[in-house]
């Protein structure tokens, strides 16, 4: 049933980026045909065409919501983004600018004035001024602080003061709390005067007179228990809890983990600080899944979909340079049996074959070693075992596999000494490719990085360097 309901809407965004680019490409060439009319008035009909496109391509940006418009506007060349970007509505760019890329965040701000960011970024809630202020100049932020209120002000100054992967940037300081001695009937009386709660509100928020945490009342039992019991009796006193300074990574495992809606915020001395919220941590999760993806391919940071071409090569340059010298190193390796290669052609052919499946193989280790380890999963207790057990899996594939590939050698070639060296290859390549699947990512993140900067391309220098010097050096020592 969610799956159809994401269907649904992934549907409707898409749908509604189409209607915006028909009416964008309309609006060009109904403006181009008047610019090009020599009329009476010319000016005054070009004015009305131009209102009226435009007209109905706000009146359609007011009725999506501000992440379907981020969508959009990531989605537009940067001339028909910043004619849309002037088209919503200034009140909504705060939640508008949340939404889109860190790229495209950028292109936007630089559109707007002091004033203008100020105003979009008041309106915002505490942690999301928070999360903005990283992407503002200085002195927008210096004037947005001191627009504030004196307690929003704190707040904002305390979520800026922690690192921007821990709880403390994450949490949001709106939140419900209720006394312990009271009873049920009395909470449901405060609850209406209140009128509206916080979004994600599944529970309150239990806490003494000194506001430290005692506990959790879920909302599902306060409505479902007599309302003449107290809260003591009723709530949860072993809370799933966090500190500001716990790692967000921790914090996403534990929400999926006990299925969490929010969760409670403590200090060192158990007072309540804030909570963390579902949405918040979902957004954490897909922000971290992106940034390992473009480390896995190499790039450096976020790219636009549509920046200038100088800026997107800069962006990909550390990457393929640091490729390139591996490649050179490899076709070194390859250059040190050229006599080898001469003298019996096959070995030629036969190469790529043993560097691919090796890399094959270690990608397979790598990607577990990086989920497990994404996952805390990993520790000093049960790594060895786990390397025992990929060069197990690597030495049971190499004798499947290089017993197979030694058949199939010996049928092209009717060379019964190559079959035999293409399979121990095959065998040592795989061994030395799990245990550099294994290996990267413990080093990687051993030099202060996340296991998924680089290791492929580690991987990658490591199997092929690897899978030509073991088989051509065999092919050398046995054959030639």
């Excluded at 939140?175 to 209406?192: C, P, W």
């Excluded at 049928?411 to 795989?430: E, P, R």
């Amino acid at each position: 049933m969610s799956e159809q309901h994401e269907d649904r809407a992934q549907d409707h965004v898409e749908d509604s980026l189409k209607q915006v680019m028909e009416i964008i490409a309309r609006h060009r060439l109904v403006e181009s045909l008047v610019h090009k009319q020599d009329m009476p008035r010319h000016e005054l009909v070009e004015t009305l065409v131009h209102k009226q496109n435009l007209s109905e391509l706000a009146h359609k940006l007011d009725e999506l919501h501000p992440a379907d418009v981020a969508y959009i506007l990531e989605a537009l060349p940067p001339e028909d983004r910043i004619m849309v970007w002037d088209l919503v509505k200034s009140e909504r760019d705060g939640e508008i600018l949340l939404e889109v890329s860190d790229a495209v965040r950028e292109s936007l701000i630089a559109t707007m004035d002091n004033r203008e960011l100020v105003a979009a970024a008041a309106g915002l809630d505490t942690d999301e001024i928070a999360d903005l202020a990283a992407d503002l100049p200085k002195d927008v932020v210096q004037e947005l602080m001191e627009s504030l209120d004196e307690a929003k002000r704190a707040q904002v100054a305390s979520s800026l003061s922690y690192d921007e992967e821990s709880v403390g940037a994450l949490m949001d300081y709106d939140f419900v709390t209720i006394r312990a001695d009271v009873t049920l009937e009395v909470a449901l009386r405060y609850l209406r005067r209140l009128g509206d709660l916080p979004s994600h509100t599944d529970k309150l928020f239990v806490v003494d007179r000194d506001e430290v945490l005692i506990g959790t009342l879920p909302l599902k039992r306060l409505l479902i228990h007599d309302q003449d019991a107290h809260v003591a009796a009723v709530m949860s006193d072993d809370p799933v809890v966090f500190h500001p300074s716990d790692p967000g990574t921790d914090a996403a495992q534990a929400f999926e983990r006990y299925d969490l809606v929010s969760a409670p915020i403590v200090d060192a001395k158990g007072k309540l600080v804030g909570r963390l919220t579902v949405d918040v941590v979902m957004d954490f999760i897909r922000a971290e899944a992106e940034e390992d993806m473009l480390q896995a391919a190499g790039l450096r940071e976020e790219e636009d979909l549509f920046s200038t071409v100088w800026k997107a090569a800069k962006n990909r340059w550390l990457w393929l340079g640091i490729n390139l010298c591996t490649a050179l190193f490899a076709s070194r390796v390859v250059g040190a049996f050229e006599g080898s290669i001469e003298k019996l052609a096959a070995l030629a052919a036969l190469m790529p074959i043993v560097a691919g499946m090796g890399g094959n193989s270690g990608s397979q280790t790598l990607t577990l070693m990086v989920r497990g380890m994404a996952l805390n999963l990993i520790s000093k207790e049960n790594y060895k075992r786990l390397l025992v057990k990929e060069l197990g899996i690597a030495l049971l594939n190499g004798v499947v596999w290089g017993s197979m590939m030694g058949l199939v050698t010996y049928f092209l070639y009717q060379n019964t000494d190559l079959a035999l060296v293409m399979s121990g290859a095959m065998l040592l390549s795989l061994i030395v490719a799990a245990f550099a699947g294994f290996i990267a990512p413990l080093a990687i993140v051993r030099m202060g990085h996340d296991p998924a900067f680089g290791a492929h391309v580690l991987l990658t220098f490591i199997t092929d360097s690897m899978g030509f010097l073991i088989f051509l050096g065999l092919a050398t020592f046995f054959l030639l």
